[in-house]
């Protein structure tokens, strides 16, 4: 009787240190993410829009779980059909317009443009799922958290239909999305993003009411979250020894995602 509770307190306290040992390794707690997303891009303009490619680049620094701060590089390409009316009409019967776009005679064939923004952006979670801890380095088809950003941005465009290489023009991300857990520092998600611009020239088509051409991009993206402990840190047997006391019912070892 003696040694089976001797080897059932070796047992018990083998798994209580294995426990702490995983949960010092996994750095699901970092508040830095770099995300790479690639999707498609749709354009509201002055004229009918199609299905183009989109992606984008981002790094986010969150100060707290619900609030972070990001950095994006965006990139879409807009394919719109030229309109048949105003300064820069088609004409059935030629095979060239004012503006270069070559059409057939079954109609106006399909022009693109390249555009692309660098922009600041808010990012507010409004839902985390506080019942993934450090330890759980298992998936879910629960999202470990749903956002929505919103910020401005230096917006540069193809302006060729109007005669000139490049346009400049301010930008207005705005978005919501949603992530899933892959493991401790992997995520996977899906965001919606509208940009707004200030300008109405990127189709080369001028109304007589001012309207602003934006496009909206979906894109499926992967994060890595940066690692913000290191096996061995003083920082690591600070956290440790602290969440010892803390009851993990309550996710106590939450921090961020």
Known sequence: MKKITTLLLCLLLATSVMAQLKKSRLGSNSNQHITLGIGASYPVFDCPGTIGGAANLSYTYYFMPQLGLRGELGYAYLRYEPSAS?????SVNNTSTS???????????IDG?????????V???YFI???QRRENNSGSFVPERAYLFGGVGCFLYDAYPTGNSVGISASFPIGT????????????SL?????????DNMDAITPEQFMPDC?????????????????GSKETRIRTKRNKACDPRKGCDYTFF
Do not use: M
């Open 177 to 188: 999305g949603v992530a899933w857990s892959v493991g401790a520092n992997w995520a996977i």
């Open 123 to 125: 990012v507010y979670n």
């Open 86 to 90: 105003g300064p820069f009409s088609l």
């Open 113 to 121: 443009l390249h555009a692309g923004d660098i922009s600041a952006q």
């Open 215 to 231: 496009y909206a991009t979906l894109c499926l993206s992967v994060t890595y979250k940066i690692p913000k402990q290191r096996i």
């Open 191 to 199: 965001d919606a993003t509208w940009r707004f611009t200030l300008t």
């Open 99 to 109: 503006s270069g776009t070559e059409i057939s005679g079954s109609g106006a064939k």
């Open 129 to 131: 799922d506080k019942g």
